[in-house]
Every structure is written in structure tokens, then in C-alpha cells.
């Protein structure tokens, strides 16, 4: 059994157990927090789709940790110019773990 999720802003399928890190969202570990914007969910070759979002569906998630990704290095570079600029963006996430998916 798996569902289609969205938060963030972004879509994610995730099955009972699975640990994701999505956008940060102000919740303290071992938090529990439910998703209702479930797009989608497939349960023994039954796929109900939802316009936009199914009636009554919840994922259930436990918060793990906080933190930050690795470093993404932006560049600009003007080549014969004496022209260099470096920055660097590191985005927070949250890591949960899913713990049950409804329907």
C-alpha cells in the first residue's frame, strides 16, 4: 500500500515506514503530524484518485529530526572580465518517518 502526498509544495509517494525529509515545518521531535492532501492511494491493485485530494485520507508521520542539506554553490562567472562571484544556499528540512496511511 502506498499514497501520493503533497506538502511543501511538493509531491512525494511513500509507503508505510518510510523516512523522508521534506520542507521545514516548526514541529519538535517525536511529534506526530497528519498529511489530508493525499493525491493518491494504491491498495491491492486499487487505485483511488483524488480531484484534487481524496475525501477522509490521512498519512500519519512521526517528526525525527531537523536540519539542513548539504550546500548547493552558485557561481557566476564572466570569463576575461576579472569577474567572479561565489554564494552558497543551504536549505532546512524536517525528517519524518511514516507511520500509517488511511483511506
Given at each position: 500500500m502506498?499514497?501520493?502526498i503533497?506538502?511543501?509544495?511538493?509531491?512525494?509517494?511513500v509507503?508505510?515506514?518510510?523516512?523522508?525529509k521534506?520542507?521545514?515545518?516548526e514541529l519538535g521531535?517525536?511529534?506526530?503530524?497528519?498529511?489530508?492532501?493525499?493525491?493518491?492511494?494504491e491498495?491491492?491493485g486499487?487505485?483511488?484518485?483524488?480531484l484534487p485530494?481524496?475525501?477522509g485520507?490521512?498519512v500519519?508521520?512521526?517528526?525525527l529530526s531537523?536540519?539542513?542539506?548539504?550546500?548547493?554553490?552558485i557561481?557566476?562567472?564572466?570569463?576575461?572580465?576579472?569577474h567572479m562571484?561565489q554564494?552558497g544556499?543551504?536549505?532546512?528540512?524536517?525528517?519524518?518517518q511514516?507511520?500509517?496511511i488511511?483511506?
Amino acid at each position: 500500500m502506498y499514497a501520493v502526498i503533497k506538502t511543501g509544495g511538493k509531491q512525494y509517494r511513500v509507503e508505510e515506514g518510510t523516512y523522508l525529509k521534506i520542507e521545514k515545518l516548526e514541529l519538535g521531535t517525536g511529534d506526530s503530524i497528519e498529511f489530508d492532501e493525499v493525491l493518491m492511494i494504491e491498495s491491492d491493485g486499487d487505485v483511488k484518485v483524488g480531484l484534487p485530494f481524496i475525501e477522509g485520507a490521512k498519512v500519519t508521520a512521526t517528526v525525527l529530526s531537523q536540519g539542513r542539506h548539504k550546500k548547493i554553490r552558485i557561481i557566476k562567472f564572466r570569463r576575461r572580465k576579472h569577474h567572479m562571484k561565489q554564494m552558497g544556499h543551504r536549505q532546512y528540512y524536517t525528517e519524518i518517518q511514516i507511520t500509517g496511511i488511511s483511506a
